[in-house]
C-alpha cells in the first residue's frame, strides 16, 4: 500500500519571529532538509505544504502545494492540500521542525492502522499525543474540508471525529522533539550531537 508523505512548513512560527522554521539551519543544513531525509525511504511521494519562501522549498527538489483552505488554517489545512494532491491510499503528515524523526515511523503507523482496522494512527510518547504525526486514509479529505470550512482548526478535535489508534514511541522519544524556540534548537543540536 503506497503512501504519500506530507512535510507540513506552512504555519506562520510566531514563536521564532516569524522565520519559516524548515528553513532554519540545524546542524548546518535547512532542518526540513533532515526531514526529507530521514522520510523519503518510508515512502513512496513527498510533498512540501508551504505558503511562503515556495522557491527556496522547491529548490529541494519536491513538489511544494500551498494551503486550499486559506488564513494559514493550521496543520489540518496543510494536510487537507496534501490528501487532495496525494495519489495515494494513505497519506503521513511529519511536522518540519521535528529533524529526528523516527526512520520507522511510517511502518509502526501502517502496522498499527491496519492491525486496528482504524482510518487514522497517531504516534504518542508517555502521556503525550503527537496528532500531526499522523498516518490516515487520503479519502478522508471531504470530511476535513467540511470541518475547515466549518471554521474547525484543532487537530484532536477533527481526528477524534473518526477511528483512531494510537500507537507507542517511547523507545524514540527525543524523535519527536520540535522546535519552537533558539533555546530548543540549540538543546535538540545538543542531543543530536550526543546521539552520533
Known amino acids: 500500500m503506497q503512501i504519500t508523505g506530507i512535510i507540513l512548513a506552512g504555519g506562520l512560527a510566531r514563536r521564532m519571529g516569524g522565520i519559516d522554521k524548515g528553513l532554519i539551519p540545524f546542524l548546518n543544513k535547512p532542518m526540513i532538509t533532515h526531514v526529507v531525509n530521514q522520510l523519503k525511504p518510508q515512502v513512496e511521494h513527498m510533498l512540501i505544504n508551504a505558503n ?54 511510517a511502518i509502526r503507523l501502517m502496522h498499527a492502522l491496519q492491525e486496528n482496522n482504524a482510518d487514522i494512527a497517531i504516534a504518542t510518547t508517555g502521556e503525550q499525543t503527537h496528532p500531526v504525526f499522523c498516518l490516515c486514509r487520503a479519502n478522508l479529505a471531504a470530511d476535513l474540508e467540511e470541518f475547515l470550512t466549518a471554521g474547525g482548526r484543532k487537530v484532536e478535535d477533527w481526528q477524534k471525529k473518526h477511528h483512531l489508534t494510537m500507537v507507542n514511541f517511547d523507545d524514540q522519544s527525543t524523535a519527536f522533539s520540535n522546535i519552537n524556540t533558539m533555546d530548543d534548537l540549540a538543546e535538540l543540536e545538543r542531543l543530536a550531537n550526543h546521539q552520533n
Open 52 to 105: 511562503r519562501e515556495i522557491e527556496r522549498y522547491e529548490a529541494l527538489g519536491l513538489s511544494v502545494v500551498q494551503d486550499q483552505i486559506t488564513d494559514f488554517a493550521g496543520p489540518l489545512a496543510g494536510l487537507h492540500t496534501g490528501m487532495k494532491h496525494a495519489k495515494t491510499e494513505f497519506v503521513l503528515s511529519v511536522p518540519c521542525d521535528s529533524p529526528l524523526l523516527p526512520n520507522n515511523l
